[in-house]
Nanobody, 127 residues
């Protein structure tokens, strides 16, 4: 069973940078594509960024492209999301998610494609 644990959330000022981490256990991380989603208060959970098992394929939401970098270190069973120039509208609970296989596939932005989820970590950006 895949288990995902996020860390790195917190309260920051607009314009600050923050890095989130997700630790995966229960599967060889090379065989699992992973992603970050976020859910703002009163809104649906939305795709932020995704990365294939070997890290050769990355995808970003237009909402964060240019401000975020997703990466992974399979030797450390860890995926990270580096965010810069944070805005108040980035305030949300950020979730780590994993697919069954190593490729992102065509359904990567869809929440329903991901069977494995972490508990989430809160990011609050104050203006």
């Amino acid at each position: 069973q895949v288990q995902l644990v996020e860390s790195g959330g917190g309260v920051v000022q607009a314009g600050d940078s923050l890095t989130l981490s997700c630790t995966i256990s229960g599967r060889d991380p090379v065989g699992v594509a992973m992603a970050w989603f976020r859910q703002a208060p009163g809104k649906q959970r939305e795709f932020v960024a995704g990365i294939s098992g070997l890290g050769e394929n990355t995808q970003y939401s237009w909402l964060v492209k240019g401000r975020c970098t997703i990466s992974r270190d399979n030797a450390k069973n860890t995926m990270t999301l580096q965010m810069s120039r944070l805005k108040p509208e980035d305030t949300a609970v950020f979730y780590c998610a994993a697919l069954q296989g190593p490729e992102l596939g065509f359904a990567f932005p869809m929440e329903s494609a991901y069977p494995y989820w972490g508990q989430g970590t809160q990011i609050t950006v104050s203006s």
